[in-house]
């Protein structure tokens, strides 16, 4: 009967990190009314990577380092292959011809500081199963990358937001005050901090009554879960045709916790009870580098279809039954 009850509050645990979806959502759409894509999908971005912050911190705190590293890197895959194939089905399928039209500037900055931080991590994988004295210092060189990622980040990010466009003259003015929508986005960041600590304690019983492995729960589950507002909000945004804002949210997502997320959380490590590197292992190293080719590919001249959407969804699949195995 304990399985059952540990089972139970990790599900309601899961459902409350997602039910702050809606509202983020709709906050979003909101401000996007006011702003143009970028500064909303940035805004919406932060917020919705609060959860994931926290379930790895809190993950890290409780010495859980498996479902802490693959947790971050789920982040990544889930919403650069899965959220981003559902976003390019849900806003290519109502169009004749079957497409999605978006701005390609945003997508091609995501995939330079996804590759970036690719490059750090392969490099660190190399050197942790090689026999050089550096592999000695991967604590001390994955600190040296983390800063160097942020600063990258913030040389980018002044640039992208001052060339942000306007809302266009046929956008839909917005119905709800900024102030209430800004309110709602920051209610939603403050409430997930308290609603990620219960769902990692939640989450090991769960991992042992469930039989599954913790690679599966943090690439698959927890990464899921900590992004269910990017999950829905970019969504449900491509569905209503709003296919800069759909791609802004995912794509800027991708990006902050790549060169941002990733790095901040491996200098916060330092003084958690266990600590994060960038030394992953080769399976994910592959995964990483793989799906930052794919979503180049496929998003770089700004056009999306449904066969582009499951090649990419069909990618996630493959890697999610390997972490089923993984131990």
């Known amino acids: 009967m304990s399985g059952v009850n540990h089972v139970l509050a990790f599900a309601l645990a899961a459902l409350s990190l997602a039910g702050l979806a809606w509202s983020v959502s709709m906050a979003t759409e909101q401000v996007g009314a006011r702003y143009g894509p970028g500064v909303t999908g940035m805004l919406q971005s932060t917020v919705g990577n609060l959860p994931e912050f926290f379930v790895v911190l809190f993950a890290l705190e409780a010495k859980a380092t498996i479902v802490a590293e693959t947790a971050i890197l789920g982040s990544i895959l889930v919403n650069a292959l899965l959220v981003l194939g559902l976003v390019l089905i849900a806003g290519s399928v109502r169009n004749k011809p079957r497409r999605m039209k978006f701005d390609e500037t945003l997508p091609k900055d995501t995939t ?11 490099l660190l994988g190399l050197i942790s199963t090689g026999a050089g004295p550096a592999r000695h210092h991967t604590h001390t060189i994955s600190i040296v990358g983390a800063i160097v990622l942020l600063i990258v980040y913030a040389v980018w990010l002044p640039q992208y937001l001052g060339a942000d466009n306007p809302r266009a003259d046929d956008e839909q003015p917005a119905r709800v005050a900024m102030p209430v929508s800004v309110g709602l986005l920051v209610a939603a960041g403050v409430g997930s901090a308290f609603v990620s600590d219960w769902f990692v304690h939640a989450l ?8 599954i492995s913790q690679a ?5 589950i927890v990464a899921i879960a900590g992004n269910a507002v990017e999950n829905v909000a970019g969504i449900v945004l491509a569905y209503k045709q709003k296919a800069d804002l759909a791609i802004s949210v995912v794509k800027n997502s991708v990006a902050q916790i790549a060169a941002f997320l990733y790095p901040a959380l491996v200098l916060v490590s330092l003084l958690t009870a266990a600590q994060l590197t960038f030394a992953i292992a080769p399976i994910y190293i592959g995964a990483l580098f793989g799906t930052a080719v794919l979503v180049w590919q496929i998003t770089n001249d700004g056009w999306g279809t449904p066969f582009e959407g499951a090649a990419l969804i069909a990618a996630f699949v493959v890697l999610a039954t390997v972490a089923a195995f993984e131990h």
């Open 204 to 211: 090991e019983p769960t991992i042992h009554t469930l039989h």
């Open 216 to 220: 599966f729960a943090g690439l698959v």
């Open 112 to 122: 330079t500081l996804l590759l970036i931080a690719s490059f750090i991590i392969v």
